[in-house]
């Protein structure tokens, strides 16, 4: 059989990582074409120790010298910097798992649809910002998109072949992330390290952010508005603690359908991966008793005040989202950094759509990455001075 020629964009974080163990248990099936990373070097050569990677792409310059040396005596070509995966690879890749963390994946994501059959995305950033650009790579190359994000590959799965007058709501869960039942006057004075820890997924930190305030479903209903093509007026979200169920389908004729499956993004991985082939993933069981214990309720916007960001984007222009997004990258870099408390995040963002100037931005429909930078620049430099003084 054929080796299926595959690349990880962004494989030293925790998608990457996952995908990577995917593969382990198949390794003789795959050729690694490409794994790349940002700056975590250590991880990256240990990666590329294990899997024998034709190229690895280190993109902080600084640590080249350092990840070329330690390869020295291996097959595999270490390349940095801003190159685009059609300069290192040659012919078609199977499959690409593109799974760089915020914006930053765009431009990457962009390069691969050019050189692959399959495109996994999980870098929902990307699809949120540039979903025009990507949609017109898509049809332009003939290239399969995958969501990975649980909650989307549930609404791929469970709406296959389904028109949009067929469907009355589509619910996207939320586990209410490590916050859900704090007292609401402790919330301004939570700490990075206690929203970090997710009680059901264990996720890079930018998300982990994003699922404590619940930005995340924000992201994913967008998400969602672009890739399926169902009316945007049907999406809502709705707590879930369990994490179980990632999406439901409310039919008109009256059926309701949802996936249940673990808190494990293996399963989303290894199924845009294999298809609809039969493979073994060794997972956790559920257990059918948890049947029991599934609860969901309503979002209280007291709570979450993030949700209220949902028609905001869907409404005030194409690139508000690319707005929200930019601006909700810097504010959850500078929380990290201890420099702004947790509910300024949602606070700046809402301040930023009041801004004289948004419209004007909102409004503008990209017709390049460069586009969308130029909107995302503005936001970004708009937060900064509404939080550096
Ligand atoms: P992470 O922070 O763990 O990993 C990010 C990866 O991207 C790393 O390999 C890093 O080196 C690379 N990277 C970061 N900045 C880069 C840049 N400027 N250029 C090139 N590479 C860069 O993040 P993660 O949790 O794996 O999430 C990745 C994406 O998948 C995010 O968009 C996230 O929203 C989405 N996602 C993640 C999960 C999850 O369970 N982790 C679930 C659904 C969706
Ligand atoms: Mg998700």
């Known amino acids: 059989m054929k080796k299926r020629k595959i690349a990880i964009l962004g494989s030293t974080g925790s998608i990457g990582i996952s995908t990577l163990k995917v593969l382990e248990k198949n390794k003789s099936n795959f050729s690694i074409e490409l794994l790349t990373a940002h700056s975590n070097y250590k991880k990256l050569i240990q990666q590329a120790k294990i899997f024998k990677p034709k190229n690895i792409l280190i993109k902080n310059k600084k640590f080249y010298k350092r990840v070329e040396k330690s390869l020295k005596n291996s097959k595999t070509k270490v390349f940095s910097g801003d190159i685009p995966v059609s300069q290192i690879i040659s012919g078609k890749l199977d499959y690409t798992m593109s799974a760089i963390v915020g914006i930053a994946g765009l431009q990457p994501t962009v390069d691969a649809i050019k050189i692959s059959k399959n495109v996994a995305i ?219 408390g947790f509910l300024n995040i949602v606070k700046t963002i809402n301040k930023i759509l009041k801004d004289k100037d948004f419209k004007k931005y909102a409004r503008r429909k990209p017709k390049s990455i460069k586009d969308i930078q130029i909107t995302d620049n503005w936001a970004r430099l708009k937060t900064m001075s509404m939080c550096v003084r």
């Not at 994913?220 to 603690?241: G, L, S, T």
């Not at 984007?313 to 690319?322: K, R």
């Open 122 to 340: 999980a870098n929902k950033e990307s699809i949120i910002c540039g979903w025009e650009i990507l949609s017109q790579a898509i049809k332009r190359h003939k290239t399969k998109i995958l969501p990975v994000d649980s909650e989307h590959f549930s609404i791929m799965e469970l709406t296959k072949d389904v028109k949009d007058d067929e469907v009355e709501e589509i619910i996207i869960t939320a586990s209410g992330g490590p916050f859900l039942n704090l007292p609401l006057n402790k919330l301004s004075h939570v700490k990075p390290i206690q929203a970090i820890n997710h009680p059901n997924w264990k996720m890079g930190k930018k998300i982990s952010i994003d699922s404590a305030n619940l930005m995340n479903k924000v992201f994913e209903v967008v998400e969602a508005c672009k890739i399926f093509q169902f009316n945007k007026k049907k999406y809502r979200i709705m707590i879930h603690p369990q994490s179980y169920v990632h999406s439901i389908i409310r039919f008109k004729n009256g059926l309701i359908k949802m996936i249940l499956y673990n808190t494990d993004m293996k399963i989303p991985i290894s199924n845009t991966l294999y298809g609809q082939k039969n493979h073994v993933l060794n997972v956790k069981k559920i257990d059918a008793e948890i049947l029991n214990k599934l609860s969901f309720k309503n979002v209280n916007l007291k709570r979450f005040p993030s949700a209220g960001l949902i028609s905001k984007c869907l409404n005030l222009g194409v690139s508000a989202p690319t707005i929200v997004n930019a601006s909700n990258e810097v504010l959850v870099g500078l929380f990290l950094r201890k420099k702004i």
